[in-house]
């Protein structure tokens, strides 16, 4: 599991109820059902990595964060997380508003576009960065909403989320140790990795 | 061939209910013989049965060989010992259809008038039986075997359908469900497929208005028809081609035809050749009154057909776990209902995996070589076990 998973499992209670959107091979919910024995479930787009999470016994259905969460009724599980996914819907601001109609807490990680490393980039080369993190030329990235973590905030301000936590992440999801300043997480971490729920 | 004798009734093994089933047409069916095969062994506990429900036409004989056809079962390379559903493990049940004409009661068995003795057949009189009738005379049998709980019901196609009605009729009766290739109602266009068959049988003069019995006949042209436009719509485009191509051979009478040498029906495209060769062997083991009973009992198949159209309510509460496959290519059962039935089934909040097989083969995928199903069945079995506490 990537240690970024890790801290994700560590904001997640035992025993609770976990929809994990963009599950991928199904290692996160895995662990949270058979280490936390969470009742964790997954929404996953690569058929490939729907039928290997199936044939490991996890449910997981075919879908996306777009296209598929309106279909849960309200309230129906207590955490809804969305890995590195964040900057890559069609429309991040609802996928927000429906994983906190569905869940009681969201737990939501994104690449910071903050970073000393992409500013510097453009403000030197004057091309779109690309660093380890965003690796994709513009043309290609699925990446179609990338934010900083201030423009995060930001928006859960505007939308009434509460951060319950937040942390700046390295690449290896070593938690970094500005976080206690914004400004400074906002430059320096590369993901970031937040607890939301409704106020 | 001897049509009078009722297709292996009696020949197969079966329970009897002398008190029948009370049908959704508010008919009691009584008595009701439900044949049935049983694999691998119940234990102790009675907590690893399996209840797999077969499609349209087939029947019990899932992994043997077959009485009547000699053909290996229809499922066997996925129930058996070390199978994907695994008889060392599993104690595997599947009965053929109410209505059926492998040794269930139907439209082929005598019927018997108030004091027990047998009349005639009923052919076309039998009383209009649905999915959930199917599902109840399979519930009867499931408990005169002593199993108050299934661990599981598998099935696909139609197979899906009675699954799907056994987890809204009983949801208490089972751990998990896996409707395959399937739909929580029957299109349009599934409706107008079994129309145009249910059309060629009736058309066909030696239906003699449904007692064909009586006179020794059956409808074999009606019926070769309806199994050979069926049969097109359990192929994909692309399986067809491959299979056949524009190949043509000889046809029956050496590339003549009945004008002589030169005729538009002496030689004949392989694929007519393979369909009729379908149409003509289906007619010797099935019973053209269960075609007709069954596909109208498919028609009818609406799981929310008392809630409005809304599929979700039907599920509410459930605490069983649901495995929907569908297959890329199948245009009868296509992955669009797959979707809605999950979907659905996440409006209910049940606990729903949802998996497409990458597949040119169409509809009849799910019977063939298809390694990622293999896996998802393995795999979702073994999850629920794991789950239930079951080693």
């Known amino acids: 599991m990537r240690l970024d998973q890790h801290l994700i499992a560590d904001m ?38 729907v039928t290997r999470s199936v044939a490991h016994g996890l449910p997981v259905v075919h879908g996306d964060a777009d296209h598929d969460l309106a279909y849960y009724p309200d309230h129906s599980f207590d955490y809804v997380v969305l890995q590195r996914t964040l ?28 970073h000393w490393q992409l500013r510097l980039r453009l403000l030197l080369g004057g091309r779109m960065p690309m660093t380890a993190v965003w690796h994709t030329p513009w043309y290609e990235t699925p990446n179609i909403h990338p934010c900083t973590i201030r423009d995060f905030l930001e928006l859960c301000r505007q939308d009434g989320y509460i951060v319950e936590k937040w ?29 939301l729920r409704r106020r | 061939m001897n049509s009078t004798a009722p297709l292996g009734v009696g020949e197969h093994p079966h329970a009897s209910f002398p008190e029948g089933v009370e049908l959704d047409c508010g008919v009691t069916l009584a008595p009701v013989d439900i044949a049935y095969c049983t694999y691998g062994q119940l234990s102790p506990q009675k907590d690893n049965a399996i209840l797999i429900c077969h499609a349209f036409t087939g029947d019990q004989y899932v992994a043997e060989t077959h009485p009547l056809t000699g053909k290996p079962g229809w499922w066997g390379r996925m129930v058996g010992p070390g199978k994907p559903i695994d008889t060392n493990r599993f104690f595997v ?19 018997t008038d108030g004091q027990g003795a047998p009349q005639e057949l009923w052919g076309t009189a039998f009383p209009p039986i649905t999915i959930r009738d199917m599902v109840r005379a399979q519930h009867k049998l499931v408990r005169s075997l002593g199993i108050e709980r299934l661990f599981a019901v598998v099935g696909g196609s139609m197979g899906g359908m009675q699954v799907l009605e056994w987890a809204v009729t009983y949801p208490q009766m089972m751990l998990a469900v896996m409707p395959i290739a399937t739909a929580p109602y029957h299109s349009a266009q599934n409706i107008a497929f079994n129309e145009v068959g249910r059309q060629a049988i009736i058309a066909d003069p030696d239906w003699r208005g449904g007692r064909y019995w009586e006179e020794g006949v059956i409808p ?41 040498p030169v005729s538009t029906f002496g030689d004949i495209f392989e694929v007519e050749s393979y369909l009729r060769y379908q149409g003509s062997s289906f007619v010797r083991r099935f019973d053209a009154n269960s075609y007709l009973s069954i596909t109208r009992a498919m028609d009818w198949f609406d799981i929310a057909a008392d809630h409005d159209g809304d599929l979700a309510p039907p599920f509410a509460g459930t605490a069983v776990r649901f495995c929907v496959v569908s297959f890329s290519s199948d245009w009868l059962f296509p992955t669009s209902a797959a979707r809605t039935l999950a979907r659905a089934l996440n409006r209910a909040a049940a606990n729903v995996s949802f998996v497409e097989i990458e597949t040119d083969k169409g509809h009849d995928a799910f019977l063939l070589d298809e390694p990622d199903f293999d896996r998802t069945v393995r795999g979702f079995l073994c999850g629920v076990a794991e789950h239930a506490g079951l080693s």
């Open chain 2, 220 to 260: 074999a042209r009606g019926l070769a028809v309806a199994r050979m436009m069926a049969h097109i719509t359990y192929l994909s485009e692309e399986a067809l081609t491959r299979k056949f191509g524009r190949r043509m051979r000889r046809g029956p009478a050496g590339g003549q035809g009945p004008e002589g």
């Open chain 1, 167 to 195: 942390m700046a992440v390295d690449e290896e999801g070593e938690r970094a140790p500005w976080r206690r300043s914004i400004r400074l997480a906002n430059l320096f971490g590369e993901q970031a990795l937040f607890l």
């Open chain 2, 93 to 111: 049940i599947c009965s053929n259809v109410l209505g059926g004409c492998m040794g269930s009661t139907g439209p082929r068995s005598p019927r």
């Open chain 1, 12 to 49: 997640i209670e035992p025993r609770t109820r976990v929809l994990d959107i963009g599950s991928g091979d199904g290692t996160l919910i895995g662990h949270l059902y058979r280490e936390r024995g969470c009742d964790a479930r997954g929404i996953e787009l690569n058929m490939e990595l």
């Open chain 1, 87 to 114: 900057q890559a819907v069609e429309r991040p601001r609802e996928v927000l508003r429906q994983m906190l109609r569905i869940g009681r807490y969201a737990i939501v990680s994104f690449p910071n576009f903050g």
